[in-house]
Each structure stands twice: as structure tokens, then as C-alpha cells.
């Protein structure tokens, strides 16, 4: 299941900055919605999916609490899953 994760964390911090900083830049600027609509569903799908992972794997790891909250609260900053998957995820 850490292989999963994984890729979902990966998949989903793709999906937060694409939107971020691509789809709605778009929007504002020029005033074009198509790529958040098309961008929005499968990133929360991603992360939903990310936070239910998160939590199954606390328990299959082991994870202390500390630890808990600093994987679930990388997906709420920019980045922050490619940082869990360098510091948590690659050993």
C-alpha cells in the first residue's frame, strides 16, 4: 500500500500545483474557467483519496502522531508531497 500512496501523494501534489499555478492564473487573467473545471474533480478526488491512504497507513506504519499530522497537512502546501515522499516514503 506505501507504493500506492505513493503515487497517489505524488499524483496529487502534481494536481494542487497545476491548478494553483496554472489553471487559476487562467481564470483570473483571462478570464477562462475550463482548466479548474477540468483540473478541480480529480485533484479532490486525489485528495480525498490521499487523506483516506494517509490515515490507513498510520496504522500499517506505524506512524506517531507527529508524523500523522505533518504527512496529512503536506497536502495543504504547495510541494509538501514531494517533500513527504523524500523524507517519509523513499526509505
Known sequence: MKNTFRVISLL??????LLLFIATPIK??????????MLGM??????????????MLKYELKWKTK?????????LVPFGTFYIDKKYLRN
Open 12 to 17: 496529487e501534489g502534481l494536481s494542487f500545483i
Open 28 to 37: 483570473y487573467l483571462v478570464d477562462n474557467d475550463t482548466y479548474v473545471k
Open 42 to 55: 480529480p485533484h479532490g478526488i486525489l485528495f480525498l483519496t490521499y487523506v483516506i491512504l494517509v490515515v
Open 67 to 75: 508524523t500523522f499530522w505533518i504527512i496529512l497537512g503536506a497536502s
